[in-house]
């Protein structure tokens, strides 16, 4: 079991069995799996969030995944011998081939069929094509959502779904 958030304590990442994250809707690069913690890419911004988030907004704590730090996992270039870590099934090439990664609560872990929607609320964004989106005007904007229909599976929408 992960430790609390804004723990001293660290997760052993010596000894991960990595898998891909099969329930990712939206982002640019792939994430990863282990036994209940969700690994992200790091970003810079969002790792800036997270390090400061218990210190600075304590009140958003209970609203988002627990934070456990980060990670280097080895290159593909660069083996390493000190490091036990399996991937299964990942094919990280140019973008995604990242060794730096948030670690964060898997909030699907405990979930058979998770229903899962990635949505970007506010209305200051990055780059020319947020201007052509619903964040700029409802300050909202879906990204992608997966959801689950008994007897039918999953249905998947891209961040497309929904504009006119």
């Known amino acids: 079991m992960p430790p609390p ?3 001293d304590q660290c ?3 010596a000894h991960l ?3 891909p994250f099969l329930h990712q809707v939206g982002g640019h690069c ?3 799996r282990s036994k209940g913690i969700v690994m992200k890419p790091l970003v810079q911004r969002e790792f800036q969030f997270y390090e400061r988030a218990c210190f600075e907004y304590p ?3 209970p609203y988002i995944a627990h934070y456990y730090g980060t990670t280097s996992l080895p290159s593909p270039q660069t083996p390493s011998s000190s490091s ?3 991937v299964d099934s990942l ?3 140019g973008e995604d081939a990242r060794t730096e990664y948030l670690l964060l609560q898997d909030l699907t872990y405990k979930y058979r069929r998770p229903c899962i929607l990635d949505m970007k609320i506010g209305t200051r964004q990055r780059g020319a094509v947020c201007a052509s989106t619903t964040s700029s005007t409802l300050g909202i904007r879906i990204c992608g959502m ?3 229909r008994p007897g039918y599976g999953y249905e998947v929408h891209d961040r497309f779904y929904g504009r006119s």
């Open 17 to 19: 069995r990595i898998k």
């Open 11 to 13: 997760i052993d990442t």
């Open 5 to 7: 958030p804004c723990s």
């Open 146 to 148: 997966k959801v689950y």
């Open 84 to 86: 036990i870590i399996e």
């Open 30 to 32: 792939k994430m990863m």
């Open 59 to 61: 009140r958003i704590i």
């Open 91 to 93: 094919n990280l090439i």
